[in-house]
């Protein structure tokens, strides 16, 4: 069975500085790894997606994240956190034929100027 | 192009009530796919279309519930008798073929009181 664990419910940061969101996964087969944003009233938005090319994987808004599966993890860093980066952050996983996703709990980030 | 969209954004109903939801995908896609996310805990796969056909029902909670996809375009899921339990925001997603990304709408936040 698949699942994620998102560490941390809120995060805070200040403006310009780095942006850390923790994901870990489970999966018995190598997995599709996925985060997404959601901005107030909208839908969820693909940041960026790992399908096992490259570990180091970059994503829109200079959000990036590194596959590293002796950790089981893929965590979203951004250099310098700006305002509009207040969101949710959803880590996913997919398996096989993208038919399913399977989330995590989501993170909301919280910018202070 | 448009994206996705859910209609209504916002129900409040009466326990033992039904309620319908409607997903209108975008123009094209094949793959039509229902979440929900119940009071902040992880999103959960409902259910996924292809075309008209259900490929996979597995995530749907209970009897309840039930999605329909007539000809292959619009979505509609159908909660009835709705209980406290089913509360929460339905998400919509849509992607042309299997492998591709899914483009979620904004969610239909459901309250039963």
């Known amino acids: 069975a698949q699942s994620v664990t998102q560490l941390g419910s809120h995060v805070s940061v200040s403006e310009g500085a780095l942006v850390l969101l923790r994901c870990n996964y489970s999966s018995s087969v190598p997995p599709y790894l996925f985060w997404y944003v959601q901005y107030p009233n909208q839908g969820l938005q693909l940041l960026l997606k790992y399908t096992s090319a490259a570990t180091l994987v970059k994503g829109i808004n200079g959000f990036e994240a590194e596959f590293k599966k002796s950790e089981t993890s893929f965590h979203l860093t951004k250099p310098s956190a700006h305002m509009s980066d207040a969101a949710e952050y959803f880590c996913a996983v997919s398996v096989y034929n993208f038919n399913k996703f399977y989330f995590g709990s989501g993170t909301k980030l919280n910018v202070k100027p | 192009e448009a994206g996705v969209t859910q209609f209504p954004s916002h129900s409040v109903i009466e326990k033992g009530q039904t309620v319908t939801l409607r997903c209108d995908p975008i123009s094209g896609h094949d793959n039509l796919y229902w979440y929900r996310r119940v009071m902040g805990k992880e999103i959960k796969f409902l259910l996924h279309?292809?075309?008209?056909?259900?490929?996979?029902e597995s995530g749907m909670p209970n009897n309840r519930f039930l999605a329909e996809r007539t000809g292959g375009t619009y979505s509609t899921l159908k909660v009835q008798p709705a209980e406290l339990e089913d509360s929460g925001v339905y998400f919509c997603?849509?992607?042309?073929?299997?492998?591709?990304?899914?483009?979620f709408g904004p969610g239909t936040r459901l309250t039963v009181t």
């Open positions: 279309f292809v075309k008209e056909s259900k490929q996979d």
């Open positions: 997603a849509s992607s042309q073929d299997l492998l591709d990304e899914q483009y």
